[in-house]
């Protein structure tokens, strides 16, 4: 996979769940943070292969860690920041806010 500069929608959706964004959580199946939002979140790169036919343990697919792909990163990231604010900055001003679930958002 690519580096993160070149999937910016991934660092951004990382980024709204570290600040409990409703509309990126609507995307779960469910809130994995109720209490509060999670001050680290980091994404792990991992190679999937079907799982070989008859295998003992009746699973569907295998996987292998091959490592990190995004660092950890935490809510107030400088760096986060000044990524974000450079790759969404004239888009976000052009896009309408929506409501969700009583929040209002911007993509």
């Known amino acids: ?12 959706l990382a980024s709204r769940l ?8 609507s995307l779960l199946g469910g809130n994995p943070f109720p209490a509060a939002p999670p001050r680290w979140i980091r994404i792990e790169l991992y190679r999937y292969r079907f799982a070989p036919l008859y ?6 697919w295998t996987r292998e860690r091959l490592g990190d792909w995004q660092i950890p990163i935490r809510a107030d990231d ?6 974000l604010d450079g790759r969404w900055a004239r888009r976000r001003a052009a896009l309408p806010a929506y ?5 209002t958002s911007r993509q």
């Open 1 to 12: 996979m690519a580096r993160p500069a070149d999937h910016p929608w991934l660092v951004r």
């Open 18 to 25: 570290l600040e409990n964004d409703p509309l990126c959580l």
């Open 55 to 60: 295998d003992p343990s009746d699973s569907w």
């Open 78 to 83: 400088p760096r986060v920041r000044r990524f």
């Open 99 to 103: 409501r969700v679930g009583g929040a």
